[in-house]
């Protein structure tokens, strides 16, 4: 046992370890002297996990003490009770150091296919040990689990002004209205969002960070298109544009839009993009997250492929 996992388990279970010393030593100052403790400090600490048990746990023997057969029962269930805590110490430890360490990350499904690849590759150049758990989703679902402490980073737009979180805006990543091949709007270089209002929309679903960002472009355009079909996941939305029913507003397809079967064209106005950023508590981070989460901030190129 290393001496920070011995200063941790002496504050978790100091007078346990006590018993389990003397019950090696049978003697007060040598299970001290192992332990680094004064022979008063050890002979209270012995006296405490008597008094709470209630049972007489060591006799007087000679220069040392003898444990009673309760006292060896105690002992024994003590020595397997701090391994067990000694296992944990060694296992939150390893979960925690940049080496060897779980990040818990969130992000949405248009970061998936090459976003967050090249990031954790990047972090995995200087850490190859670290471990990810991956979880995609609505926006609004993955920062009710960062809230709730089941992730440790969440990779997101719109960024969110949600209490007891923080926010990093790192890049502006470009919207395009997604068409089907042949369609009217197609041979113009750039739409106004106005120009597509009375088209059918394929939208992402209500939570979804593309859904509340879409609806703010049409509110500022002055439209309420019609809805046609509801997604979770770009590649579907783009799916039901390239079927033709429907337009949408999406950022640009990963390997391009003849790739992904839509006609792509930049959108023109006011809003023409949307924020990308990463989320956390508002709270210390695990040593790996917070290893991680600066790799991001200074990555932001990584980000907006």
């Known amino acids: 046992m290393d001496d920070s996992t011995a200063d941790v388990l002496r504050a978790l279970a100091g007078p346990l370890r006590v018993l ?4 090696d030593h049978e003697h007060v100052t040598r299970a001290a002297a192992e332990l680094g403790l004064g022979q008063p400090t050890t002979s209270r600490a012995l006296a405490r996990v008597q008094e709470a048990v209630g049972v007489p746990l060591v006799v007087a023997e000679g220069r040392g003490v003898r444990l ?11 020595r397997r009770a701090l391994a067990e805590l000694d296992e944990g110490v060694r296992r939150v430890r390893e979960e925690d150091a940049p080496g060897t360490g779980r990040v818990a990350l969130g ?11 090249a990031l954790v590759r990047a972090f995995r150049t200087a850490h190859p040990g670290a471990r990810f758990s991956l979880v995609q989703g609505a926006a609004g679902a993955l920062l009710d689990a960062l809230t709730a402490g089941e992730l440790d980073l969440v990779l997101t737009s719109p960024l969110p002004g949600r209490a007891g979180l923080r926010a990093h805006a790192l ?3 470009p919207l395009v209205l997604a068409l089907p091949p042949g369609h009217r709007l197609a041979r113009s ?3 106004a969002l106005r120009d597509a209002g009375g088209e059918p929309f394929v939208l992402f679903e ?3 960070g593309l859904r509340e960002t879409a ?13 046609a079909f509801e997604g979770e996941d770009a590649g579907t ?3 039901l544009v390239a079927a033709g029913l429907g337009v949408a507003v999406l950022p640009p397809a990963p390997g391009g839009a003849d790739a992904a079967g839509v006609v792509e064209r930049p959108l023109s106005g006011p809003t023409r993009s949307r924020t990308l950023g990463l989320v956390h508590r508002d709270a210390p981070l695990p040593r790996v997250a917070a290893a991680f989460r600066d790799l991001v901030l200074a990555s932001p190129d990584l980000l907006a492929r």
């Open 206 to 208: 209500p939570g979804y």
């Open 68 to 78: 009673t057969r309760a006292g060896r029962q105690l002992a024994a269930a003590a």
């Open 215 to 227: 609806e703010a472009m049409f509110a500022e355009a002055g439209i309420a298109p019609a809805v």
């Open 237 to 239: 939305v783009r799916g």
């Open 107 to 117: 992000f949405l499904h248009t970061l998936g296919p090459a976003a967050v690849p």
């Open 189 to 191: 270089p750039a739409v």
């Open 171 to 173: 890049v502006e990543q």
């Open 20 to 23: 389990v010393a003397v019950a």
